[in-house]
């Protein structure tokens, strides 16, 4: 849980510096294919408050449902993350979190172990919300070495 729980804290930890990081940073994408810095959080922000909320509802009141991929990446694609101020998104992918957990924190210890298949896979509520935690601390190190290589800094260094 505190796994899940952590990115609430690194989202107020992040607030420190992200006047350092210029609008172009936040907002623009690296190629086609990738998300903005905005966008990035905004896909763990939407994936929270609909798809894994949605997923633990099921795990809790099916027997053994079968998950689809969540289709977020498309819809933050669409959406209008990128015209928002960063402080705005890091407050949604805090609430989000926040309800997440709660939802969380009520689940009794059997439907922990209730079976859900994502993709052909069984696997327990347990093991999917690890995998919720294991993907998005994924994207944020992608973001950080992307961060890395914008050098934000202002030392003038080659």
Same mark, same amino acid.
């Not at 924190?105 to 294991?134: I, N, P, Q, Y």
């Not at 961060?147 to 003038?156: E, F, I, K, P, Y």
């Given at each position: 849980?505190?796994?899940?729980? @952590? !990115?609430?804290?690194?989202?107020?930890? +992040?607030?420190? #510096?992200?006047?350092?990081?210029?609008?172009? #940073?936040?907002?623009?994408?690296?190629?086609? %294919? %990738? !998300?903005?810095?905005?966008?990035? @959080?905004? +896909?763990?922000?939407?994936?929270?408050? *609909?798809?894994?909320?949605?997923?633990?509802?099921?795990? =809790? &009141?099916?027997?053994?449902?079968?998950?689809?991929?969540?289709?977020?990446?498309?819809?933050? /694609?669409?959406?209008?993350?990128?015209?928002?101020?960063?402080?705005?998104?890091?407050?949604?992918?805090?609430?989000?979190?926040? &309800?997440?957990?709660?939802?969380?924190? &009520?689940? %009794?210890?059997?439907?922990?172990? =209730?079976?859900?298949?994502?993709?052909?896979?069984? !696997?327990? +509520?347990?093991?999917? #919300?690890? /995998?919720?935690?294991?993907?998005?601390?994924?994207?944020?190190?992608? !973001?950080? @070495?992307?961060? *890395?290589?914008?050098?934000?800094? &202002?030392?003038?260094?080659?």
């Amino acid at each position: 849980m505190e796994q899940v729980e @952590y !990115l609430i804290d690194e989202v107020e930890a +992040l607030r420190t #510096v992200t006047d350092t990081v210029p609008e172009p #940073v936040q907002s623009g994408r690296p190629t086609d %294919d %990738d !998300l903005s810095m905005k966008e990035l @959080y905004g +896909l763990i922000a939407e994936l929270d408050r *609909h798809e894994r909320t949605d997923w633990i509802r099921r795990a =809790r &009141d099916e027997d053994t449902p079968t998950l689809s991929p969540a289709e977020a990446t498309e819809r933050v /694609r669409r959406g209008d993350w990128n015209d928002r101020d960063l402080d705005v998104v890091l407050d949604a992918v805090q609430d989000a979190r926040r &309800d997440l957990v709660a939802n969380l924190t &009520d689940l %009794d210890a059997g439907t922990w172990m =209730r079976e859900v298949e994502v993709e052909g896979e069984s !696997l327990t +509520l347990f093991e999917l #919300v690890h /995998r919720f935690a294991t993907d998005d601390f994924q994207r944020l190190r992608d !973001l950080g @070495y992307r961060l *890395h290589d914008a050098d934000l800094s &202002d030392r003038g260094e080659e």
